[in-house]
């Protein structure tokens, strides 16, 4: 008898769950977003409401919005009568990524974590080996630091897959970091440039191209090169 009436229960909870009186109407954000449109929001919402309100997986309902461009995180829950409500968590972008040898450009966010999006907003460019996108977010905030006394604006971090770093700053200067070393840690070349570079800069009174940090003891620097004449550009080119 026991199992017969929760069979009973059962079969009719289903035949409930599945009458029209249930209907999936509305779907309610009740977060603010900055990046991510209605259009895709409908979308998303569109190609995963099935069922009812009792029926409706909810987990497909969150993974299609998770696949948003723009969303990091979607929680995703029944409101009753009708509805689904959908809380949306975007990210916050941080820097670009540049892959490897294709160059293709991804987004780093606030978490160091890498996603696909598209911006055209002005933010630092990492490149390195796969996984180490939040290596080089704390690094960047530590290297903007350190370089502050400069006046320089500090808009690329590279890391090589032998763990060599170079920047990138905004006029154009590369700094050749190289490795960290036990006998002359990166922290230790950094400051000492950051001492002497501006009176090395107007004794040598030159535009810099290129600060090599790789040496224990100092550093070098590397001129820009100078603009070939008008005229011998001319002649090269025919």
């Given at each position: 008898m026991v199992v017969g009436a929760a069979g009973l229960g059962y079969a009719a909870v289903a035949s409930v769950s599945r009458l029209p009186v249930y209907p999936l109407r509305e779907v309610v954000v009740t977060t603010p977003l900055a990046q991510v449109t209605?259009?895709?929001l409908e979308y998303a919402a569109r190609s995963s409401l099935r069922g009812n309100f009792f029926t409706v997986d909810l987990d497909?309902?969150?993974g299609a919005f998770e696949k948003l461009p723009w969303v990091r995180r979607a929680d995703v829950r029944r409101r009753w009568p009708g509805g689904i409500e959908v809380r949306?968590?975007?990210h916050v972008a941080s820097a670009y990524?540049?892959?490897?040898?294709?160059?293709?450009?991804?987004?780093?966010n606030r978490y160091g974590e890498v996603f696909t999006a598209a911006s055209n907003a002005r933010m630092p460019v990492f490149s390195g080996p796969e996984g180490a996108s939040g290596i080089l977010l704390a690094k960047f905030d530590e290297f903007t630091r350190k370089l502050g006394p400069l006046g320089k604006q500090l808009v690329g971090v590279s890391l090589s897959a032998r763990e060599a770093w170079q920047l990138k700053m905004e006029d154009g200067m590369t700094i050749e970091l190289g490795h960290d070393q036990p006998k002359a840690p990166i922290d230790e070349r950094l400051a000492r440039f950051v001492n002497n570079y501006p009176k090395a800069r107007e004794q040598l009174n030159m535009n810099v191209a290129v600060v090599d940090l790789r040496y224990p003891g100092g550093f070098?620097?590397?001129?820009v090169a100078p603009a070939a004449?008008?005229?011998?550009q001319e002649r090269k080119g025919k």
């Open positions: 209605t259009a895709q497909d309902v969150r949306l968590e975007e990524w540049r892959v490897g040898e294709t160059g293709d450009m991804r987004l780093v070098a620097l590397r001129p004449p008008a005229g011998k």
